[in-house]
């Protein structure tokens, strides 16, 4: 692939979360000369948090790309890292790719395709210890990179993490004049946006609520890290 | 409208800046209870930046709602301060509507549609002088709130804009609940997210840029301020 024309693909599954690609997609669609490309397993729309994102492509129809990246979604993910005809895409991807990317829990897919073993990786904070069964090492950054591999944490960390593959592609110059593009000078009118910062009582009702679903996610997570071991 | 399930109304046009609403929409959609459309004066799909939104609702088929938010957009931006159409509608919702919102140059289309007359509003930065024609006060806060007007910087402020509006709707918890959420803890890998802190070199770039899509723009509002000042 060219460096020059960079081609970058966003690998999407139903229920995505749409900010995961979203936020990421504004930064690489302003990149010079950089073909955004959205795409799933069966091309076509996909609805998601209520919006419908239509014109997609498949991504069989894609020969090549330099940057791939999976956004991860609630119960979806779990769909993803089970659905083999979409990981062995995501590999084949891979493959040739110049980076392989992921913002949220995009990274749990990636490990389910055998992408991360033995590399760093960013997850959304509640769901990184699920990166271990695919011999992954979970890293709380914002945005990690291990060799090609470069993940951002939950949702809002496409931002930063594209700011970065930017900076990667094109050089620093070119990410910052992005950044300025968008306004990027965050101001949280709170700051509880990590484990870490959040009242204690918003992070108990956090944990609460993602209880529910971790027993499906744990399930899926173990049933894929089986099959990738016995693959 | 009721307060425990407030209806979110996007007013889009083809061209919008996707990131301006594609931002708070995640953010608007984990408040509970929320109804958030997507609507155009047209209905259907649009396409922008390389996306096409489609199943968007008619402008004209929503009778009222809690919250109108107008994105922005480059070039089409000033296609939207033109149209008159688009503008009755506008004015039409926000009449009865709780608060009147944009995100980025979105507060230009509000100021064509007469709804900013003395009153401090947000806008991208490159754009915030644009706003005196319409009898709107610039004000250089990331988000800025006059009245029952709530308005937002450029682009990625939009994050913000919504995280304030819904501790307005549902409370700060709700809202802090929902940072922690989508992990919203922001670490750009650069310092160039506004004029005051961008290198030099990157400012002049990016008003260099600008420049060539000043005089179109500024006759858009020109134009459309004489239109209002007339009527």
Do not use: K
């Amino acid at each position: 692939m060219s460096e020059r024309e960079p081609v970058i693909v966003f690998a999407l599954f139903p229920g995505v979360t749409q900010l995961d690609f979203t936020g990421p997609h504004q930064v690489f669609s302003r990149l010079p000369g950089a073909r955004v490309i959205l795409a799933s397993a069966a091309g076509g729309a996909i609805e998601t948090d209520g919006i419908t994102f239509a014109g997609l492509r498949r991504l069989a129809e894609i020969p090549a790309c330099d940057v791939v990246c999976v956004p991860g979604g609630a119960g979806a993910t779990d769909n993803a890292i089970g659905d083999d005809a979409f990981l062995a895409e995501l590999r084949r991807l891979a493959a040739t790719a110049r980076y392989v990317t992921s913002v949220c829990t995009g990274s749990l897919v990636l490990g389910a395709a055998g992408l991360l073993r033995g590399r760093r990786a960013a997850c959304h904070w509640a769901w990184r210890d699920l990166l271990a069964p695919f011999g992954a090492i979970a890293d709380p950054g914002r945005v990690v990179r291990d060799g090609n591999v470069i993940t951002g944490g939950g949702v809002t960390a496409g931002i930063d993490f594209a700011l970065t593959v930017v900076a990667e592609l094109a050089g620093r110059e070119t990410a910052q004049t992005i950044q300025l593009a968008i306004e990027y000078a965050p101001a949280p009118p709170f700051n509880a946006g990590s484990p870490e910062t959040a009242p204690p009582a918003i992070l108990a009702r956090a944990e609460d609520h993602n209880a529910t679903a971790r027993p499906r996610r744990r399930q899926a997570v173990m049933q894929a890290a089986s099959r990738l071991a016995a693959g």
